[in-house]
């Protein structure tokens, strides 16, 4: 709290994370969301990707997923890999943003490259049905392989 209260940014996100899910303080998403959102405001990627996230379940502020996109991309930008995947996932399903299965793959390839592996198994689909690339089922089965390994 005292970190938070003095504008340290990861202070403030870790006080969100706590507020989110009620761990030592009563859960408060409306709080979680301001903490992220001090923070966010301060460059912190996991704070702006956690604040896309509320505004996608509408979680402690009204639903909005044109804002979970501006986060998720101001996160992906930053090289965030969970931000780049979520980002991924709103252009494959045109969700507060228009759809572009050749963005998705850019994303997914960007978030798979840093071992998410969620965005293996995406960038795998990918291949496998030829969504936003060429069709390859070699590379679509190395990308399921990869997620996989991971468990």
Same mark, same amino acid.
């Given at each position: @709290?005292?970190?938070?209260?003095? %504008?340290?940014?990861? %202070?403030?996100?870790?006080?969100?994370? /706590?507020?989110?899910?009620?761990?030592?303080?009563?859960?408060?998403?409306? !709080?979680?969301?301001?903490w992220? @959102?001090?923070?966010?405001?301060?460059?912190?990627?996991?704070?702006?990707?956690?604040?896309?996230? /509320?505004?996608? !379940?509408?979680?402690?502020?009204? @639903?909005?997923?044109? !804002?979970?996109?501006?986060?998720?991309q101001?996160?992906?930008?930053?090289?965030?890999?969970?931000?780049?995947?979520?980002?991924?996932? /709103?252009?494959?399903? %045109?969700r507060?943003?228009?759809?572009?299965? /050749? !963005?998705?793959?850019?994303?997914?390839?960007?978030?798979?490259?840093?071992?998410?592996?969620?965005?293996?198994?995406?960038?795998?689909?990918?291949?496998?049905?030829?969504? %936003?690339?060429?069709?390859?089922?070699?590379?679509?089965?190395?990308?399921?392989?990869?997620?996989?390994?991971?468990?």
């Amino acid at each position: @709290q005292t970190s938070a209260d003095q %504008g340290y940014a990861r %202070g403030q996100f870790n006080l969100g994370v /706590c507020y989110e899910n009620g761990r030592g303080i009563p859960q408060s998403h409306c !709080k979680a969301v301001q903490w992220y @959102q001090a923070s966010a405001d301060q460059g912190n990627a996991a704070a702006q990707f956690n604040l896309g996230l /509320c505004y996608e !379940k509408g979680q402690g502020l009204q @639903q909005n997923h044109p !804002k979970a996109v501006l986060w998720y991309q101001t996160s992906a930008d930053q090289g965030y890999a969970r931000g780049q995947f979520n980002l991924g996932v /709103c252009y494959e399903n %045109g969700r507060g943003i228009p759809q572009s299965h /050749c !963005k998705a793959v850019q994303w997914y390839q960007a978030s798979a490259d840093q071992g998410n592996a969620a965005a293996q198994f995406n960038l795998g689909l990918c291949y496998e049905k030829g969504q %936003g690339l060429q069709q390859n089922h070699p590379k679509a089965v190395l990308w399921y392989q990869t997620s996989a390994d991971q468990g």
